[in-house]
């Protein structure tokens, strides 16, 4: 019943911007937290942006902060995140995930905190 749709990925150059999108579905939206995760080739999955159902509190990974912006719509179940100032290592599968919680949790050793995740939107970063 919980569904998660991202969209918004594409072929950025370095220094450029991108938005990405992810449609919540089946679930009361704004009582729950969401969160970024990505994944590089070969890598693990890493915690990206989370924010909390209030859409005011928002936390990044030390690697996109000041570059990346978590935001949320509550009214159209929506949460973004914006890309700017890509670099090329910002390549990766990118996902948003719903919290079990209202709150989320800054760079997590693990995504237990996570009940679902969506299929993913491929960003990558090239010149």
């Known amino acids: 019943q919980v569904r998660l749709v991202e969209s918004g990925g594409g072929l950025a150059q370095p220094g450029g911007s991108l938005t990405l999108s992810c449609e919540a579905s089946?679930?009361?939206?704004?009582?729950?937290?969401m969160s970024w995760a990505r994944q590089a080739p070969g890598k693990g999955l890493e915690w990206v942006s989370g924010?909390?159902?209030?859409?005011?509190?928002?936390y990044y990974t030390a690697s996109v902060k000041g570059r990346f912006t978590i935001s949320r719509d509550n009214a159209k179940n929506i949460v973004y995140l914006h890309l700017n100032s890509l670099k090329p290592e910002d390549t990766a599968l990118y996902f948003c995930?719903?919290?079990?919680?209202?709150?989320?949790?800054?760079?997590?050793?693990?995504?237990?905190?996570?009940?679902?995740w969506g299929q993913g939107t491929q960003v990558t970063v090239s010149s």
């Open positions: 995930g719903k919290s079990r919680f209202r709150t989320v949790v800054m760079d997590p050793v693990n995504l237990v905190e996570y009940d679902h």
């Open positions: 089946g679930f009361t939206f704004s009582d729950y937290g």
């Open positions: 924010i909390y159902s209030d859409g005011i509190h928002a």
